[in-house]
């Protein structure tokens, strides 16, 4: 079975299936994934198990990876690879970030207005986000509409 891709909303977004994100990727789902992208802005990826590393080496697929300056940066991170960045409320020690924690107030203020690497001389192409997990069902209006999901799917956004 090939890529399939599903409109799922009027003016935006698919969902992707046909493609295992955690296996070696073939030129054409690639090239499959990268027409869909141009086409619809936010792909959809739903029951996908990947750990890091695997997402790193599919995200290798579509151009060089950013290290983030987070990652840069010589201090302690609690994920390994610097190429995946932690948009996280836990800490070094996977502890629950404190109330008054800066690094989680400066987070608050990317509900209001964010723009991905907007400060980088080469501007962002895509931004992939993949939940690692959530403590109670959220609502999605993408993914599947009034409903609620506690395993939030992989989406795939293009930045420009």
């Known amino acids: 079975m090939g890529v399939e891709i599903r409109h799922i909303h009027p003016l935006f977004a698919a969902e992707v299936s046909g493609v295992d994100l955690g296996a070696p990727s ?15 802005a936010v792909l959809v990826f739903r029951d996908q198990h990947l750990d890091d590393e695997k997402l790193r080496d599919f995200a ?16 302690k991170r609690r994920l390994a690879l610097p190429e995946i ?5 836990l800490d070094e020690e996977g502890r ?4 008054e924690d800066r690094r989680r107030l ?15 001389s080469v501007p962002v192409v895509l931004g992939m986000l993949m939940p ?5 069902p ?12 506690c395993a939030p799917p992989m989406m795939l956004c293009r930045s420009r």
């Open 96 to 99: 629950l970030r404190q109330r």
């Open 60 to 75: 290798a697929n579509f151009g060089r990876l950013e290290i983030g300056r987070a990652a840069a940066e010589a201090r």
């Open 106 to 120: 400066d987070s608050l203020g990317n509900r209001l207005w964010h723009t991905d690497a907007s400060y980088m």
């Open 26 to 40: 073939d030129a054409a789902a690639v090239g499959a994934i990268w027409e869909a992208i141009d086409r619809y």
């Open 85 to 89: 960045g932690d948009i996280s409320n």
């Open 138 to 149: 959220v609502r999605s209006a993408v993914a599947r509409p009034n409903s609620l999901i």
């Open 132 to 136: 690692s997990r959530c403590r109670q």
